[in-house]
């Protein structure tokens, strides 16, 4: 009998190359946080099948949720297995907004404006008894990186967290299905290059990159977040 597999990066994008060059991809920024060897498998890749194994985070892309993706299909088919099944999961950025989708909801480009570096999670009071926060509230300070947002909620999820730019930053979708919209697994040094890349918005906007990089923080509690995960995946 096949052993089970710990838990499995579901990646659905990678970096931009400046980016990825300088501190590795997703799956080795979840590795870094988690201080663990993790599973990976390939969303766009078709015949990666999809493992057995305790625990699933849908990670980030630079990619649009909204956009007509070849293997966007599947990626949805399988946000919808898991927001049924029974194994804890968890979406990140791209994957909060791909298991908001998959359920029937709506996501658009955020009008509120992009929303990177270290930003400030107000938890609700739903959060309090919620293992995945445990020890976080009533305030997280996390790191973030997007310009999408989940515009329409489906019918179902329960609101955990918002920031002042994103109302819907943590979701629950069940027992054991959890998303949010921040980047738990990203340090001061991938948000600092992620306020670079999304400059030119920025300044757009009326914003001053420089000071945001200058205030990015290690932000401690999303790496937290992300042990927690990885206990309930092991209590399981």
């Known amino acids: 009998m096949r052993e089970r597999l710990p ?29 663990e060897p993790l599973g ?23 990619l649009a949720v909204y956009d007509p ?8 088919d399988v946000a919808r297995l898991l927001l049924e099944g029974q194994r ?15 359920a029937g909801g709506r996501v658009e480009r955020n009008p ?13 009071d739903a959060a309090a008894d919620d293992p995945l926060l445990a020890g976080l509230g009533p305030r997280l300070r996390v790191n973030a990186s997007h310009d999408d947002t989940v515009s329409e909620l489906p019918p179902g999820p329960q609101l955990l967290g918002s920031s002042e730019r994103e109302p819907r930053q943590i979701l629950r ?3 054991r299905v959890w998303s949010v919209q921040f980047h738990p697994e990203m340090r001061r040094a991938e948000t600092r290059l992620a306020v670079r890349w999304r400059t030119p918005r920025i300044l757009e906007e009326g914003g001053d990159p420089e000071d945001l ?24």
Do not use: K
């Not at 509120?112 to 609700?124: D, I, K, N, P």
């Open 88 to 102: 804890p999961a968890l979406g990140v950025c791209f994957g909060h907004q791909l298991f908001a989708c998959a």
């Open 40 to 62: 990976v498998v390939d969303l766009r890749d078709p015949t990666e099948p999809l493992p057995d194994a305790a625990g699933y985070i849908v990670m980030g892309s630079p």
């Open 213 to 236: 990089a200058e205030r990015v923080e290690e932000a401690p509690h999303g790496r937290r977040l992300l042990e927690n995960f990885l206990s309930l995946v092991r209590s399981d």
């Open 7 to 35: 838990v499995v990066l579901l990646r659905c994008g990678e970096p931009v190359r400046d980016v990825r060059n300088a501190v590795g991809d997703y799956s080795l920024w979840f590795q870094r946080a988690l201080e």
């Open 69 to 76: 993706h070849p293997w966007l299909p599947r990626a949805l």
């Open 173 to 175: 979708w069940g027992e």
């Open 112 to 124: 509120r404006g992009v929303e990177v570096g270290t930003v400030e999670v107000a938890l609700t």
